[in-house]
């Protein structure tokens, strides 16, 4: 049996036609969708690339920083190196100190402790005495030799023993003090 179709020729075309716009409109959106994804896998890889200089840039820089400390440490260590240098360059001369103290000390005096401040050129003498005319004998000693620039006692005790205790300050001369000093002197 033929077929019968009784539908017009004018609506099949009609249906044809709505088919060809779903048709474009589809591909249109397939094509927009496909377009858009595009793009953002473009931004995305001008991102990664921007992050991935900014990391790089931070690197650079934490480079340059750990390259700061390590100067300023060997700067550190190179001044301690000066400082240990001078130390053992002008060291005290101990043994100056000695045979001054021991050729300006009167025979009835006797040191117990002694301390020194280097910077300032100071010694300070702990003392026993036999008598207060004996300490004051000692600071006029002291007080009028050439390598003392100031001499004074403090401190004066006097024990269950009659023995008197005093403290002397000494500033002296940095040529007493000091080895380099002293040579220096020498050579002039």
Do not use: C
Request: aromatic letters at 8%.
């Amino acid at each position: 049996m033929p077929e019968i179709n009784l539908a017009s020729v004018s609506s099949v075309a009609e249906d044809n036609k709505k088919y060809i716009i779903y048709f474009v409109i589809s591909a249109i959106i397939i094509l927009a969708t496909i377009a858009t994804f595009v793009f953002f896998q473009i931004q995305k890889s001008d991102i990664q690339k921007e992050r991935q200089k900014i990391i790089d840039e931070v690197n650079d820089l934490q480079e340059n920083v750990g390259m700061a400390e390590d100067i300023d440490m060997i700067l550190s260590i190179q001044e301690q190196v000066e400082e240990i240098e001078s130390t053992l360059n002008n060291h005290v001369y101990w043994s100056e100190i000695m045979k001054f103290l021991e050729k300006q000390t009167i025979s009835t005096v006797w040191y117990t402790h002694m301390t020194s401040s280097l910077k300032d050129g100071v010694v300070v003498l702990s003392a026993n005495a036999g008598s207060l005319m004996d300490i004051a004998k000692q600071l006029v000693n002291f007080n009028q030799n050439k390598d003392v620039l100031s001499a004074s006692i403090d401190g004066i005790n006097r024990g269950t023993d009659g023995k008197i205790s005093f403290n002397i300050t000494l500033k002296l001369e940095d040529y007493i003090l000091m080895k380099n000093k002293k040579i220096q002197e020498d050579e002039e």
